[in-house]
């Protein structure tokens, strides 16, 4: 302890506050709007002016208790913003930039995933929304090694929406890697769904499909048509296993996009999917046990790929698709809402009445 904090705190004298939805406590609900401290910014840090933050499941989750959090801490990890302010080492960033921040402030800087660029899945990288506070605020401070800048015609609520675009691109460009001749067919329409069927499409994919339920009917299978999918396909009126059958010559899919969490979704992957061809896994189930079946998988030499999270080379890329017009994310866009809205933001997107949801701080 520094004798001068004795006497006063420097920071508080100096540090305003702001409002932020905070988790305030462990179990179902404990969200609020609450008064907190501005961030404090490090050396190597800038300090953002939130422009949009978009709502993720997680967000959702979280909020009914089924993700682990560590309360009290302010949710939220997809976000743009613009630097009011740099620390004292930082070079390369100023004043009025635009960016965009990988959802970490990086992880243990030693571990062989920091060592190789993997730092979303270093076992002690600290998230933000969830293990630090995140973006659901007015400010955040990033660390610049989770930086990057927002292409001139790419616009702050186009931007929020780079790190789901990012999970997407590194599951499906990345690790699954997606060929000219591949018939994509992608389980589950919810923002990942829909945009790793979109990044699928931008990346030269023969064809793809993508499936949702009736639930999807207003919102989600839409979309997909806006985003130019080419099979749109309502598990609940017609059968996926026939449609997929019929389109590839009764081959199977070449990839399987696992984006629903659904069990039964899962487990169909296996009979969708083509012989030596990839499942790419990307959506949680939240279940324990799902019931994979081993047998067909190795009989079917399945090559199964999971991805979590995004890294700095999904991130490029993402906003990369996003500048050059090869994915549009506007479709996926429902609604802009002040911060003080989040009650019904939350609600509509519990309720299927949205696809994403950007507040406004
Ligand atoms: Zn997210
Ligand atoms: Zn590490």
Redesign the pocket.
Known sequence: MTPRSFFFNLDRVQRGMMEALVKTQKGKGFLEIRAVEDPIVGDNEVLLRIKAA?I????IHIMEDRFPNNPPVILG??FSGEIIDVGRDVTGYTIGDRVVSE?HKGGCGTCRYCLTGEVEVCRTKRAIGYKIDGSFASLISMPVTSLHRIPENVTYEQAALT??LA?AVKGVLERARIEPEDFVMVAGCGPIGLLAAAAAKAEGARAVMITGTDGDEKLRLPAARRLGIDHVVNIQKEDPLQIVQDLTGGAGADVVVEASGAAPSIRQAFDLIKIDGRICGLGLSGKEDVGIPWDTAIIKAVRLICSMSSNWTSWERALSLMSSGKVNVDPLITANFSLNEWQKAFKMLQNLEAIKILLRP
Request: glycine share 18%; aromatic share 0%.
């Open positions: 978009g993720c499941g997680t967000d990890h997809e959802p790190e789901p999970v």
